[in-house]
């Protein structure tokens, strides 16, 4: 079958290293060889798992480069490049900030910039940027209220149960509504997806397990007068253990389950450099474009 899929390509942060040329070349590789946008994952402190009781796989170890300024500088870097956090914490930041941040990138790329969020699983981050994380997820919905009005409003008036602002905004904002995705499969989060998402990533490969959280999201969209079939997701192929008639198969399976796009991460792959990162994203396009 012909595989009808936007491609993506994933910036392999914990593997790049700290020179700003190799972001730029990558940017502007998967650029020039026509994947539509970027995705960036996001953490902003690692902690040490002797110490910490941890459930995530990132630990003190793994770098992390911000998100909000590297996607400045891939901006800089790049034409027409979609930009994507994938996703960003969005419940252990300042939502005034974010929603700040967000829309300069928004201003600075012409609008090519998709806010992807999710409420994440350290907890240290959460102490350490002093956010609740016990809370995350209900007061994630309210975050997301709040931004879209700083975004379309020159002053806003919002009274939540976790935020006030009042007679206030920010300048200058978006010509254009920035997209907001969500990331993870627990069935709350797949409910505020159906209920004020734009999009959603969802995490896992193309089983049935995949296919049921599919068909619970298309349930909640329906129940919250929206169409399924229009709703755009995004999974993720690894390069990891993959071969071009595996990463076939993988987008065929996810395009039958009505994906819009697909991304491929090369991290962790024991990729030995930049170039390296390259050439597997350029593997990865001819075999699901040929």
């Not at 491609?7 to 914990?14: I, Q, S």
Request: a negative charge.
């Amino acid at each position: 079958m012909a595989i009808d899929l936007t491609l993506g390509a994933v910036l392999p942060t914990n593997e790049i290293g700290g020179d700003p040329s190799a972001i730029r070349d990558f940017a502007q590789a998967v650029e020039g060889m026509g994947f539509d946008h970027l995705l960036i994952y996001d953490h902003v402190l690692g902690a040490d798992p002797s110490v910490h009781r941890m459930t995530g796989p990132y630990t003190d170890e793994h770098p992390f480069h911000e998100v909000f300024v590297t996607l400045g500088f891939i901006a800089a870097c790049t034409r027409n490049l979609g930009m994507a956090t994938c996703v960003l914490v969005l419940p252990q930041r300042q939502t005034a900030l974010v929603a700040k941040q967000a829309a300069q990138l928004a201003v600075l790329s012409d609008n090519r910039f998709r806010l992807g969020v999710g409420s994440g699983w350290n907890h240290v981050e959460y102490e350490a940027l002093n956010e609740n994380f016990r809370n995350r997820g209900r007061r994630q919905e309210e975050q997301i209220e709040l931004m879209r009005a700083l975004w379309n409003q020159h002053l806003v008036d919002f009274e939540g149960e976790f935020h006030t602002v009042k007679s206030a905004g920010i300048e200058p904002r978006p010509s254009e509504p920035i997209e907001v995705w969500f990331g993870g499969g627990h069935d709350l989060q797949l409910r505020r997806t159906a209920k004020i998402g734009d999009g959603w990533f969802p995490v896992g490969p193309p089983n049935p397990d995949s296919a049921a959280m599919v068909e619970t999201l298309r349930g909640y969209l329906a129940d919250n007068g929206r169409d399924p079939a229009s709703f755009p997701m995004e999974p993720q192929a690894q390069f990891r253990g993959g071969n071009p008639e595996l990463w076939v198969s993988h987008a065929e399976k996810w395009a039958e389950m009505g994906a819009t796009a697909i991304s491929i991460t090369t991290m962790n792959a024991g990729l030995p450099d930049i170039d390296a990162h390259i050439e597997a994203v350029r593997q990865y396009r001819e075999a699901v474009t040929a």
